[in-house]
């Protein structure tokens, strides 16, 4: 266990992903997000720590962030950067423009942070494509691993490790590719596999809901759906695709059928965890977003409907009580969601720091 230490958080977006950090081991002391809705979100969360709202590119800002972390002896730097890269070796010319953009690729503008300041620990996260993606670098491209161990391998220890959340604690499955680097002299071990929490274990208490209706729990209200896909839904088991439907299958308002993949309009299952919860997750087309639902007498089946935002906080690891700002959607919440990785699976990588 290491005494409280003070961290610098990059791409932090809402700040869903550090919801659960140990108030007792990290304090960020600054962040920063381009988009000014999800900064002001950001600074409702944590209105003690500074947040420099704009783009990284800009020297202003990135200097801004160097010195506070200067300033502050900033001892962590957590960065979550978009995936943009390049996936293979390949150049042509639709590439070009967009490989001389460095805003393309943000994480090298973590190097450069990287470079003006002493951290001990550094935490990189992302979508597991990630680490295979290539990144133009000294007029060739490399994968970032190879760019973190010619910059770095002298002073920090780099470990790169794909880690599925429902492999720790949440009942999810999401995959995150994590990057760990730390001085030669700390310690920082990774988390230990728990036992899969299945989606009846989740949220199987909770009451059923038709679409439109609001349980008066907090946040268990469901969305009110197209009542054409509603019908589908309520003639599609689950694990189905109500695309497969012989008879029941989603339309069009002029009736014809509406084309799609096997895992479009389709149900969840109860002994398995939720499926990743993406930036979409409210639309009941989308991948892997309708409810298990429950077999009903009639021969159809409950909840023709998305997760609730109440059961998406569960499954992501979100404290149920928690609150966002005054007015904003459902569709926000729902973004900044998909865009973070689970707090807990944060938390538990933070938590080990020093053992």
């Known amino acids: 266990m290491v005494k409280k230490i003070k961290a610098i958080s990059l791409f932090s977006s809402a700040g869903i992903g550090e919801l659960l950090l140990p108030k007792d081991k990290v304090e960020v002391v600054a962040a920063n997000?381009?988009?000014?809705?999800?900064?002001?979100?950001?600074?409702?969360?944590?209105?003690?720590?500074?947040?420099?709202?704009?783009d990284i590119t800009d020297d202003?800002?990135?200097?801004?962030?160097?010195?506070?972390?200067?300033?502050?002896?900033?001892?962590?730097?957590?960065?979550?950067?978009?995936?943009?890269?390049?996936?293979?070796?390949?150049?042509?010319?639709?590439?070009?423009?967009?490989?001389?953009?460095?805003?393309?690729?943000?994480?090298?503008?973590?190097?450069?942070?990287?470079d003006c300041h002493d951290f001990d620990y550094i935490l990189i996260e992302n979508v597991p494509k990630f680490i295979e993606m290539f990144f133009p670098y000294?007029?060739?491209?490399?994968?970032?691993?190879?760019?973190?161990e010619e910059n770095y391998k002298s002073r920090?220890?780099?470990?790169?490790?794909i880690l599925n959340a429902k492999d720790y604690g949440v009942p999810q499955s999401r995959p995150r590719a994590i990057i760990k680097m730390w001085k030669k002299n700390?310690?920082?071990?990774?988390?230990?596999?728990e036992k899969e929490i299945t989606l009846e274990?989740?949220?199987?208490?909770?009451?059923?809901?038709?679409?439109?209706?609001?349980?008066?729990?907090?946040?268990?209200?469901?969305?009110?759906?197209?009542?054409?896909?509603?019908?589908?839904?309520?003639?599609?088991?689950?694990?189905?695709?109500?695309?497969?439907?012989?008879?029941?299958?989603?339309?069009?308002?002029?009736?014809?059928?509406?084309?799609?993949?096997?895992?479009?309009?389709?149900?969840?299952?109860?002994?398995?965890?939720?499926?990743?919860?993406?930036?979409?997750?409210?639309?009941i087309s989308s991948h892997n977003n309708v409810h298990p639902g429950r077999l009903l007498s009639d021969g159809t089946y409950s909840d023709p409907r998305v997760l609730t935002l109440l059961e998406t906080f569960i499954v992501s690891s979100i404290p149920k009580n928690i609150r966002f700002p005054e007015g904003v959607s459902d569709t926000f919440i729902r973004t900044v969601i998909g865009e973070a990785i689970p707090p807990l699976l944060m938390k538990k990588i933070v938590d080990l720091i020093g053992e």
């Open 201 to 283: 274990e989740a949220i199987g208490y909770l009451p059923s809901l038709e679409p439109g209706e609001d349980s008066g729990i907090p946040w268990h209200y469901a969305k009110q759906q197209n009542e054409r896909a509603v019908l589908a839904m309520r003639h599609t088991p689950p694990g189905k695709s109500a695309i497969s439907n012989e008879v029941y299958y989603p339309k069009k308002p002029d009736g014809t059928r509406i084309k799609g993949f096997h895992n479009t309009f389709k149900r969840m299952v109860w002994d398995q965890p939720c499926p990743a919860r993406t930036t979409y997750s409210g639309s």
């Open 60 to 114: 202003k800002n990135k200097r801004k962030i160097i010195d506070i972390a200067k300033k502050k002896n900033a001892k962590l730097l957590i960065a979550t950067p978009p995936c943009q890269g390049l996936s293979t070796l390949g150049k042509n010319k639709k590439q070009f423009q967009y490989e001389v953009d460095r805003r393309n690729f943000l994480i090298l503008e973590v190097l450069d942070i990287i």
């Open 33 to 54: 997000e381009i988009l000014k809705a999800r900064a002001d979100c950001y600074s409702y969360f944590y209105p003690k720590t500074k947040m420099i709202c704009g």
């Open 138 to 148: 000294k007029n060739y491209y490399y994968k970032l691993e190879n760019i973190l």
């Open 156 to 161: 920090y220890n780099i470990e790169i490790k």
């Open 186 to 193: 700390l310690k920082w071990s990774w988390p230990i596999p």
